[in-house]
């Protein structure tokens, strides 16, 4: 099922249709002196990743024609952790994608170095997996495809929202446009929302290296130096784990072989010489994020800064809001801003907002190594943790209270 993804390609090979897309027009005539768009579809989702892909095959599911674009071709790489959470695997279930993460192992345990060195190491509530993105997202394209959805490889550069529409590049338009075109959103800068602020965008680099010796478990090392940051190892099953490092942004720009530094420092079982196909990518934290629509045009995943501020974890928020939004977008196009963003609040609104309260306490880096204390002393507390930094989860009081009694005291020693 991974393997490659059908394009339309570029200008000239238009028409390629996989299952029964409805395609509406396809003209290029002077109406009222303007020229009209080439191609019309009730929704052009902009981007392939996991949101675009949740997109295009809700709206598909929902009796919509769908042109899907990326500026790739499938299979194609993004950096990443490749980390699949539980929760990403339970909207593709919902979403009928059942072999999303086929032929992978789970990854049944996390264990978690705070930044003032201290442990947890436990047993997840219910597994993860490392599905490299090359295939993961193959996958999600195809199933998209497979449901009706129109692929294309197409860079977009402009989008242009008029009453009825919105027209890209001057030649394709939707009723409906889904902006799921991730960190560097063009559809996002379109609505007049710019890149976000530092503190609120993480920058990470990514690359596989063998696998550590020891138990099949998600490894993070957090750093006391630069907290907000940290190191992962992500075994994928073969052999490989994806490792990486990642630190929230403070004003100064991070290069290349800081990053590498960084990641050798915190996993020095890892050598740097063995580890290939490094990439750094962006991280739009869920701490700030533009409205979700405006009028005929919706964002979703990256381009909606659905990063969870803890963890980096994006895919999860991805492929929900871009459901979501793919849902929104087919129902009732001039209502699509209104409904998704209800849909959004409805969804995840309260977890949006107990996470950046979270993320605000655990700028204290005795905040995180108290939260980590208390998660070894209690299997509830890790839970709350895990579904606050890989779901959809809230802080509840009785975690706050179990990480309040153990922050150090007035002589600086941790109280239990
Ligand atoms: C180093 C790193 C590690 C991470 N680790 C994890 C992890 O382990 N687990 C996890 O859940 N999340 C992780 N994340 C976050 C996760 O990668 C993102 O949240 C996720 O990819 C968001 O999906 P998306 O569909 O919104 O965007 P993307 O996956 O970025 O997809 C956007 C798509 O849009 C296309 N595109 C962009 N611009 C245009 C354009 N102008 N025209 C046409 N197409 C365009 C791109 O080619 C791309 O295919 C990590 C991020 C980084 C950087």
């Known amino acids: 099922?991974?393997?490659?993804?059908?394009?339309?390609?570029?200008?000239?090979?238009?028409?390629?249709?996989?299952?029964?897309?409805?395609?509406?027009?396809?003209?290029?005539?002077?109406?009222?002196?303007?020229?009209?768009?080439?191609?019309?579809?009730?929704?052009?989702?902009?981007?392939?990743?996991?949101?675009?892909?949740?997109?295009?095959?809700?709206?598909?599911?929902?009796?919509?024609?769908?042109?899907?674009?990326?500026?790739a071709d499938f299979p194609r790489d993004k950096a990443c952790g490749d980390g699949i959470a539980a929760h990403a695997v339970d909207v593709l279930d919902e979403l009928g994608v059942t072999e999303a993460v086929a032929g992978y192992?789970?990854?049944?345990?996390?264990?978690?170095?705070?930044?003032?060195?201290?442990?947890?190491?436990?047993?997840?509530?219910?597994p993860a997996y490392t599905v490299p993105r090359e295939v993961f997202d193959a996958r999600l394209v195809a199933a998209a495809v497979a449901a009706g959805a129109q692929l294309r490889r197409h860079t977009v550069r402009r989008v242009e929202p008029r009453a009825d529409r919105v027209v890209l590049d001057g030649e394709l338009s939707g009723r409906v446009v889904v902006g799921a075109d991730g960190a560097g959103s063009v559809v996002r800068r379109a609505l007049g929302h710019p890149q976000n602020p530092d503190r609120h965008l993480a920058l990470a680099i990514?690359?596989?290296?063998?696998?550590?010796?020891?138990?099949?478990?998600?490894?993070i090392v957090t750093s006391k130096a630069r907290w907000p940051a940290y190191a992962w190892s992500f075994p994928i099953g073969d052999g490989r784990a994806n490792v990486g490092y990642g630190?929230?942004?403070?004003g100064e720009p991070l290069s290349r072989a800081y990053l590498l530094d960084r990641l050798a420092a915190l996993l020095p079982g890892t050598d740097l010489a063995t580890v290939t196909a490094l990439r750094a990518h962006h991280l739009p934290l869920s701490t700030h994020r533009p409205t979700p629509g405006q009028g005929r045009t919706l964002l979703a995943g990256d381009a909606l800064?659905?990063?969870?501020?803890?963890?980096?974890?994006?895919?999860?928020?991805a492929l929900l809001s871009g459901a979501l939004a793919g849902a929104a977008a087919a129902q009732a196009p001039e209502e699509a801003a209104r409904r998704y963003a209800h849909g959004l609040r409805r969804r995840l609104g309260t977890h949006l907002r107990h996470s950046s309260v979270a993320a605000w306490l655990a700028r204290r880096r005795r905040v995180v190594d108290a939260a980590v204390r208390a998660a070894r002393r209690d299997d509830r507390v890790f839970y709350d943790v895990v579904e606050l930094g890989l779901g959809d989860g809230r802080l509840t009081a009785r975690t706050l209270a179990m990480i309040g009694v153990g922050l150090p005291g007035r002589d600086g020693a941790p109280r239990r």
């Open 1 to 71: 099922m991974a393997g490659g993804v059908g394009h339309t390609g570029r200008r000239g090979r238009r028409g390629w249709i996989v299952g029964a897309v409805r395609k509406r027009h396809n003209r290029a005539a002077l109406v009222g002196g303007r020229r009209a768009v080439d191609d019309e579809f009730d929704v052009v989702v902009v981007g392939a990743g996991p949101a675009g892909a949740a997109a295009a095959l809700t709206a598909c599911r929902a009796g919509a024609s769908v042109l899907l674009l990326d500026r």
């Open 105 to 126: 192992a789970p990854l049944p345990a996390l264990r978690m170095i705070a930044p003032g060195g201290g442990a947890v190491a436990r047993a997840l509530p219910r």
């Open 247 to 250: 630190e929230v942004l403070r």
């Open 305 to 317: 800064s659905l990063i969870n501020p803890f963890t980096g974890e994006g895919i999860f928020y």
């Open 206 to 219: 990514r690359g596989y290296a063998p696998a550590l010796p020891g138990p099949s478990e998600q490894l």
